[in-house]
């Protein structure tokens, strides 16, 4: 059970309450932008091979927000995502 104190909440429910989330390869969201960070532990996403960042996550429907599997299993009751295989 995760705690509402957790380090890694701060008002995330504003913008990924109840969103709809899909598990994918990491695709930037913009050409310029070459990284994401996950939305609540901020571990990184990339496209490249880099030691320590992830290559997939789940994502929301425009690629916005990115959430790892670790938070995304911590967090999916709280914020009741649905999930889009
Ligand atoms: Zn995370």
């Known amino acids: ?3 509402k104190n ?11 309450k109840s969103v709809s989330l899909t598990f994918k390869s990491y ?6 932008w070459d990284h994401d960070h ?3 532990c901020n571990t990184k996403f990339m496209e490249q091979n880099h030691h ?3 290559h997939e996550g789940y ?3 425009d690629n ?9 299993n ?5 914020f009741e995502w649905k999930v889009d295989f």
């Open 59 to 61: 994502a929301t429907d």
């Open 38 to 40: 996950c939305s609540f």
């Open 6 to 16: 957790d380090w890694r909440l701060q008002g995330q429910e504003k913008y990924l």
């Open 27 to 32: 695709s930037k969201y913009r050409e310029e």
């Open 64 to 72: 916005y927000h990115w959430v790892c599997t670790k938070c995304f």
């Open 74 to 78: 911590d967090f999916k009751d709280m």
């Open 52 to 54: 320590g960042t992830l």
């Open 1 to 3: 059970m995760i705690d």
